[in-house]
């Protein structure tokens, strides 16, 4: 038996398959991981050839990222003691600087999303982003590297995969103003005034909402940045700018066609003192946060970087309708699957 979803944005989604195997078996499902595994040795490639080193991330920690959008972590007994899931290795990220000067990783994360983003195209419980750091680096680096990462991965597919694209009804012509890069860029203050003007009521000191990512995405045929944050509305590892007090140096890469986001990233907090400042005022207990407060007394490098979802770039590349299409054992918020 399989489930219809409604969906809020006037579409509806697939059915989610009864079994797994009804999903791996049908052929959209198998093109879809052959253009992803394509992808993920594209992102290797090209990552690698810059001088990054790859690393297996921590699937089990003290401590997670807490700047998850409304989702909730998952606690585990560690003999004894409780930690958390990953919901996000950014800590562990700017952790590695100390050793590597760039590093990347393929990260699976787990979170329990609210009830409501099973409708929305782009939320799983469980997923995985290509998570990347670069030491002593800016925001614009990590722009510029994430601009010409996503043109790179999209333009091997279309290259080398025309098949695939072909079974899954996905027009090549679609890519031509990404793959030559160039992404657009736009404020989150004239996001929000150009969502307002549209009769969409955005919250001009928080993130996009989901609905308001769609929006302006749909009205695009290239990707494009969102910079410029209002500090509140991200997690305390995003720098405040120093000459631009309340915004944030961070940014994220939305996609064409109605995709919405695709990554999100940030030139990192990495002094002591500012962490502890920006912990509290974001609500968190600098106390939970021993072993990476500790990390940061002793000198934390500056940096820079962000995480692109594998299963909403897969999505998008692929012209798949829901993100649980590009998983091969998808976990889909409030519904119980293998």
Same mark, same amino acid.
């Given at each position: 038996?399989?489930?219809?979803?409604?969906?809020?944005?006037?579409?509806?989604?697939?059915? +989610?398959?009864?079994?797994?195997?009804? $999903?791996?078996?049908?052929?959209? =499902?198998?093109?879809?991981?052959?253009?992803?595994?394509?992808?993920?040795?594209?992102?290797?490639?090209?990552? =690698?050839?810059?001088? +990054?080193?790859?690393?297996?991330?921590?699937?089990? /920690?003290?401590?997670?990222?807490?700047?998850?959008?409304?989702?909730?972590?998952?606690?585990?007994?560690?003999?004894?003691?409780?930690?958390? &899931?990953?919901?996000?290795?950014?800590?562990?990220?700017?952790?590695?600087?100390?050793?590597?000067?760039?590093?990347?990783? %393929?990260?699976?994360?787990? *979170?329990?999303?609210?009830?409501?983003?099973?409708?929305?195209?782009?939320?799983? @419980?469980?997923?995985?982003?290509?998570?990347?750091?670069?030491?002593?680096?800016?925001?614009?680096?990590?722009?510029?590297?994430?601009?010409?990462?996503?043109? $790179?991965?999209?333009?091997?597919?279309?290259?080398?995969?025309?098949?695939?694209?072909?079974?899954?009804?996905?027009?090549?012509?679609?890519?031509?103003?990404?793959?030559?890069?160039?992404?657009?860029?736009?404020? $989150?203050?004239?996001?929000?005034?150009?969502?307002? @003007? &549209?009769? $969409?009521?955005?919250?001009? /000191?928080?993130?996009?909402?989901?609905?308001?990512?769609? %929006?302006?995405?749909?009205?695009?045929?290239?990707?494009? +940045?969102?910079?410029?944050?209002?500090?509140?509305?991200?997690?305390?590892?995003?720098?405040?700018?120093?000459?631009? #007090?309340?915004?944030?140096?961070?940014?994220?890469? %939305?996609? #064409?066609?109605?995709?919405?986001?695709?990554?999100? /990233?940030?030139?990192?907090?990495?002094?002591?003192?500012?962490?502890?400042?920006?912990?509290?005022?974001?609500?968190?207990?600098?106390?939970?946060?021993?072993?990476?407060?500790?990390?940061?007394?002793?000198?934390?490098?500056?940096?820079?970087?962000?995480?692109?979802?594998?299963?909403?770039? =897969?999505?998008?590349? =692929?012209? *798949?309708? @829901?993100?649980?299409?590009? !998983? @091969?054992?998808?976990?889909?918020?409030?519904?119980? !699957?293998?």
């Amino acid at each position: 038996m399989t489930s219809t979803i409604a969906e809020p944005y006037g579409r509806i989604a697939p059915a +989610f398959p009864a079994s797994p195997d009804q $999903h791996l078996m049908a052929e959209p =499902t198998r093109a879809t991981l052959r253009v992803q595994s394509r992808m993920l040795a594209a992102t290797r490639s090209f990552l =690698t050839g810059q001088g +990054f080193q790859e690393l297996l991330p921590p699937v089990i /920690g003290p401590v997670t990222d807490p700047g998850i959008r409304g989702s909730k972590q998952v606690d585990i007994d560690f003999y004894g003691h409780k930690y958390k &899931l990953m919901t996000s290795a950014i800590l562990y990220k700017q952790a590695s600087l100390m050793a590597f000067e760039k590093i990347f990783y %393929i990260a699976p994360n787990v *979170r329990l999303e609210p009830l409501e983003t099973a409708v929305t195209h782009r939320h799983l @419980a469980e997923f995985h982003q290509i998570d990347v750091e670069i030491r002593d680096a800016g925001r614009e680096d990590a722009m510029e590297l994430a601009e010409r990462l996503v043109a $790179h991965v999209v333009d091997e597919v279309v290259r080398e995969m025309p098949g695939e694209l072909e079974l899954l009804g996905r027009d090549r012509d679609a890519f031509r103003e990404v793959v030559q890069g160039a992404f657009a860029r736009t404020t $989150h203050r004239e996001a929000t005034a150009d969502l307002v @003007a &549209l009769g $969409h009521p955005q919250d001009p /000191g928080a993130e996009i909402d989901w609905e308001g990512e769609e %929006i302006l995405s749909a009205k695009t045929s290239r990707p494009f +940045f969102v910079v410029d944050y209002p500090k509140g509305s991200r997690g305390f590892y995003d720098q405040e700018d120093a000459d631009r #007090p309340g915004i944030l140096r961070n940014f994220d890469l %939305i996609a #064409p066609e109605g995709y919405g986001e695709l990554a999100s /990233g940030s030139e990192r907090e990495h002094d002591y003192a500012a962490l502890v400042t920006r912990m509290r005022e974001t609500g968190e207990n600098p106390a939970k946060y021993g072993w990476y407060l500790d990390l940061a007394r002793r000198g934390i490098p500056a940096s820079a970087g962000f995480g692109i979802g594998l299963e909403r770039f =897969t999505r998008y590349v =692929t012209g *798949r309708t @829901a993100a649980w299409e590009a !998983s @091969a054992y998808p976990k889909l918020p409030g519904v119980v !699957s293998a």
